[in-house]
């Protein structure tokens, strides 16, 4: 079956994107294909390299880093919802006039359109957060 | 994408518009869809009754009032819009507190009609069971 996944919540506060990272990772041995994992509201926390956590924890931002690379995985981040919360590539950082970007190896930012473009064209379409 | 694909999005709203960023960010998903030509339809229920209430006012809060941007709706072909009537209920509202979102028919000489139907917590399970994609906020 061919799965999109949004995910609304960000890292740690919230287990919605460590579910959504369980779900992918058992989608994906299954067999099934996982068209795009779209990061939406606090959700777009989730792909910031600068993140931090303490060593006997898991890292929410490079487990699904490390994923995306192994398995080819598009995950994007809503533009809207990223320049609220402070989240650039270097595009975006030189566009809004920035001094420095953090987004993650392995993700992209782009609009919302790829939310509904994977709402079509997706088996089914996931949604992890309250 | 694939070309002509014709889906039923349902976007559920649930929450109160202010206090956390959810409505907001769910109505401009709903506008940026709208571009897509799917068969779209809104639900409110639970505190969401609360995102289409008449005489929203955020000055004592700072946050953006957005209210208004419901009443663009109808431009953007966005007009089938259900609210439950048991949320309502429980919460001591009526239509007559909804704003009056409405849209031009386009097939009745753009005669004004009105976008919001009130149905059952029942009908709007039928709604959900019916929709191919269905966004939660």
Known sequence: ?130 | MSEGTTKQFLYVNRKAPHGTVYALESLEVVLIGAAFEQDVRLAFMDDGVFQIMKGQDTTGIGSKNFAPTYKALGDYDVNKIYVEKESLDERGLTEDDLMPLTYEDEDDDWAEKPSIKIVSRAEMADLIDSSDVMFNF
């Open chain 1, 1 to 130: 079956m061919k799965f999109a996944i949004q995910i609304n919540e960000g890292p740690y506060t919230h287990e919605a994107s460590d579910s959504a990272y369980q779900f992918t990772k058992a989608a994906l041995e299954s067999g099934h294909e996982i068209m795009r994992v779209f990061f939406y509201h606090d959700g777009v926390n989730n792909g910031t390299r600068l993140t931090t956590p303490p060593q006997d924890d898991r890292h929410v931002v490079n487990n699904w880093a490390d994923l995306a690379k192994e398995n080819d995985l598009d995950l994007v981040l809503c533009v809207a919802a990223a320049q609220r919360r402070g989240i650039a590539d270097a595009d975006e950082s030189k566009r809004n006039g920035k001094d420095a970007d953090n987004i993650q190896e392995g993700f992209r930012i782009s609009g919302l359109g790829q939310l509904i473009e994977a709402g079509i064209e997706a088996d089914r379409l996931l949604v992890f957060g309250d």
